[in-house]
């Protein structure tokens, strides 16, 4: 079983809105940080938003900030990435992770503290 889902995504045109979403097993979704990575063909994969299940607090990279909103749903173990005001540069394979502990202060941008990782979803926004 795995341990977080990504799910949703899809094709848009710039300007347009879409949402992916994360399942985590009871084991990683409770008291944990959960982020969102994505990778661009022939770029190197990249923090985007990250959450602490525990408190509700939330993360972004810059690029994203006040066009993407992270959110959970305890009583479906799910953390949705919302993305509004698509770029073509949003373009990607988005990954969901988490950490298998909280705290993401200071760690939700770097990979490695992640132990645990979706297949990733196919996000495209057209020009």
């Known amino acids: 079983q795995d341990q977080v889902s990504d799910f949703g995504g899809g094709s848009v045109q710039a300007g347009g809105s879409l949402t992916v979403s994360c399942i985590a097993s009871?084991?990683?979704?409770?008291?944990?940080?959960i982020g969102w990575f994505r990778q661009a063909p022939g770029r190197e994969r990249e923090a985007v938003a990250a959450?602490?299940?525990?408190?509700?607090?939330?993360y972004y990279h810059d690029s994203v900030k006040g066009r993407f909103a992270i959110s959970q749903d305890n009583a479906k173990r799910t953390v949705n990435l919302q993305m509004d005001s698509l770029r073509p540069e949003d373009t990607g394979t988005y990954y969901c992770?988490?950490?298998?502990?909280?705290?993401?202060?200071?760690?939700?941008?770097?990979?490695?503290?992640?132990?645990?990782w979706g297949r990733g979803t196919q996000v495209a926004v057209t020009s």
């Open positions: 992770a988490a950490r298998g502990q909280n705290f993401c202060a200071g760690r939700w941008m770097f990979e490695h503290n992640f132990a645990y």
């Open positions: 959450i602490d299940t525990a408190d509700g607090s939330t």
């Open positions: 009871e084991y990683t979704y409770r008291g944990n940080c």
